[in-house]
């Protein structure tokens, strides 16, 4: 009999979400307006960064970024293979192209050293004049190592525009992501720590780029294009240059300012699951949980008041939860792994399949599997379980037992036979003893 059906994600919206949907629809702005200045205003205080611009998608904001700091046809920016098509497709959106670099096995973020070695490498140096930006991806909710990049981005005067569409909101030693890198981006999407349903965010400390990127979200028209409408407006407006259509509505952002308010329970929530899979799986000999080191220090201890914003080490926001099966232990395979899990009712994802292995990036770049291989090797034993708050605690046990069962069911189990006795070696293979 099949199972009950656990979704992979599912968002939480709820009264007070709906409520203020219902709100927005009656006061009759429907579009970028006083809601959307309200949800950059929260975004700011909530991270404590200077400069806010909410636009329609996490792809929106790297795309304008990457506009913002004048990336031009034939540049390059250095990135991972380990991430989602768009810190890759927006690179290519100028005809720019991404230069992968291996990420490091205990994280899968990014590999500073690789980064630095493909600096110094003699393809390095022919093109350094072109590589004009790293864009590090925060891998399931995990920082990178800011520090290394940082400091690689400084000697090589590169600029770090960061992925963090998983990082809302994550701590690197102490430092809320936003306020790291010259530009972060943020995704909302309906699957996303907080949602606006579709939506994004870009900030940074550099004004002259927020204006850039704000002017750009709005057809590159002259400043606050959105209030043209008002009394405050004016039907008056200049193009500064060929925008795009990204702007954030009313709508979504009215969903976004709950959400917002709701960030720290979510966090706590998604927290405390992580911290039950990992005490659960930790035992199993067949799978290996997130990260392995410090892997405590960014649960917290049972029963602790979560307080993301306060803490000195490096937290992760728990976007995903990547298990790592160890394939020699087990008789079956990922895709067979995720099969059986799906019979028993379990929804399932994997992040990510590398990007040098899909069509596009192979065929236009040539890359091999074994181009990247530690992308390859670990994308091939990763499972992303459902790690939502709406999940119940019986919702979170049945997922454990999901996975312990698989796991029982099919680890590898030690040959029984015991080793052959000079008895059964065969006379001939005796005799030239
Ligand atoms: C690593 C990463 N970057 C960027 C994005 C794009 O986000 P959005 O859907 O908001 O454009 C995603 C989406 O899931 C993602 O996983």
Same mark, same amino acid.
């Given at each position: 009999?099949?199972?009950?059906?656990?979704?992979?994600?599912?968002?939480?919206?709820?009264?007070?979400?709906?409520?203020?949907?219902?709100?927005?629809?009656?006061?009759?702005?429907?579009?970028?307006?006083?809601?959307?200045?309200?949800?950059?205003?929260?975004?700011?205080?909530?991270?404590?960064?200077?400069?806010?611009?909410?636009?329609?998608?996490?792809? +929106?904001?790297? @795309?304008?970024?990457?506009?913002?700091?004048?990336?031009?046809?034939?540049?390059?920016?250095?990135?991972?293979?380990?991430? *989602?098509?768009?810190?890759?497709?927006?690179?290519?959106?100028?005809?720019?192209?991404?230069?992968?670099?291996?990420?490091?096995?205990?994280?899968?973020?990014?590999?500073?050293?690789?980064?630095?070695?493909?600096?110094?490498?003699?393809?390095?140096?022919?093109?350094?004049?072109?590589?004009?930006?790293?864009?590090?991806? @925060?891998?399931?909710?995990?920082?990178?190592?800011?520090?290394?990049?940082?400091?690689?981005?400084?000697?090589?005067?590169?600029?770090?525009? =960061?992925? &963090?569409?998983?990082?809302?909101?994550?701590?690197?030693?102490?430092?809320?992501?936003?306020?790291?890198?010259?530009?972060?981006?943020?995704?909302?999407?309906?699957?996303?720590?907080?949602?606006?349903?579709?939506?994004?965010?870009?900030?940074?400390?550099?004004?002259?780029? &927020?204006?850039?990127?704000?002017?750009?979200?709005?057809?590159?028209?002259?400043?606050?294009?959105?209030?043209?409408?008002?009394?405050?407006?004016?039907?008056?407006?200049?193009?500064?240059?060929?925008? *795009?259509?990204?702007?954030?509505?009313?709508?979504?952002?009215?969903?976004?300012?709950?959400?917002?308010?709701?960030?720290?329970?979510?966090? &706590?929530?998604?927290?405390?699951?992580?911290?039950?899979?990992?005490?659960?799986?930790?035992?199993?000999?067949?799978?290996?949980?997130?990260?392995?080191?410090?892997?405590?220090?960014?649960?917290? +201890?049972?029963?602790?008041?979560?307080?993301?914003?306060?803490?000195?080490?490096?937290? @992760?926001?728990?976007?995903?939860?990547?298990?790592?099966?160890?394939?020699?232990?087990?008789?079956?395979?990922?895709?067979?792994?995720?099969?059986?899990?799906?019979?028993?009712?379990?929804?399932?994802?994997?992040?990510?399949?590398?990007?040098?292995? @899909?069509?596009?990036?192979? =065929?236009?770049?040539?890359?091999?599997?074994?181009?990247?291989?530690?992308?390859?090797?670990?994308?091939?034993?990763?499972?992303?379980?459902?790690?939502?708050?709406?999940?119940?605690?019986?919702?979170?046990?049945?997922?454990?037992?999901?996975?312990?069962?698989?796991?029982?069911?099919?680890?590898?189990?030690?040959?029984?036979?015991?080793?052959?006795?000079?008895?059964?070696?065969?006379?001939?293979?005796?005799?030239?003893?």
């Amino acid at each position: 009999m099949k199972k009950e059906w656990l979704p992979f994600s599912r968002p939480s919206v709820g009264p007070e979400e709906i409520q203020a949907v219902v709100d927005t629809l009656s006061a009759g702005w429907l579009t970028t307006g006083p809601r959307t200045k309200e949800f950059e205003a929260g975004i700011a205080r909530y991270i404590g960064c200077r400069n806010v611009v909410a636009m329609n998608s996490c792809t +929106a904001a790297l @795309h304008l970024a990457l506009e913002a700091i004048g990336l031009r046809a034939g540049d390059a920016v250095i990135t991972t293979p380990m991430t *989602f098509a768009a810190t890759a497709e927006t690179i290519r959106y100028f005809n720019a192209h991404p230069i992968l670099v291996d990420v490091d096995r205990r994280t899968l973020n990014i590999d500073p050293g690789k980064i630095e070695e493909r600096l110094r490498s003699r393809a390095g140096r022919a093109r350094r004049d072109r590589i004009k930006a790293i864009i590090p991806v @925060h891998y399931a909710g995990y920082p990178c190592d800011m520090d290394k990049i940082m400091s690689i981005a400084n000697a090589h005067e590169l600029t770090v525009v =960061e992925d &963090a569409a998983h990082a809302f909101p994550a701590v690197y030693k102490g430092t809320v992501v936003g306020n790291i890198g010259h530009i972060t981006c943020f995704s909302f999407y309906a699957t996303k720590n907080i949602t606006t349903g579709e939506g994004g965010a870009a900030v940074t400390g550099n004004d002259e780029w &927020a204006d850039r990127m704000r002017i750009m979200s709005l057809h590159g028209i002259s400043r606050d294009a959105w209030k043209r409408y008002t009394s405050e407006g004016s039907w008056y407006y200049e193009i500064a240059a060929p925008g *795009f259509k990204y702007n954030l509505t009313d709508v979504a952002a009215a969903l976004g300012i709950v959400q917002l308010r709701r960030s720290d329970e979510f966090w &706590a929530r998604r927290s405390g699951i992580a911290r039950r899979y990992t005490d659960a799986f930790r035992s199993l000999d067949e799978v290996e949980t997130p990260f392995g080191e410090g892997i405590d220090d960014t649960i917290g +201890a049972p029963g602790e008041p979560l307080q993301w914003k306060d803490i000195a080490g490096t937290r @992760h926001s728990w976007h995903l939860y990547i298990l790592r099966l160890v394939l020699g232990k087990l008789e079956i395979d990922r895709d067979k792994f995720i099969d059986e899990l799906k019979q028993l009712g379990i929804g399932t994802s994997v992040h990510f399949i590398p990007l040098h292995i @899909h069509p596009y990036y192979r =065929e236009t770049y040539g890359y091999k599997p074994g181009d990247y291989p530690i992308s390859h090797g670990e994308y091939q034993r990763i499972v992303s379980l459902p790690i939502y708050p709406r999940m119940s605690d019986a919702d979170v046990d049945r997922v454990i037992e999901a996975v312990k069962d698989v796991v029982h069911r099919h680890r590898k189990r030690k040959s029984l036979r015991k080793p052959k006795s000079p008895r059964n070696v065969s006379t001939r293979t005796r005799r030239r003893q």
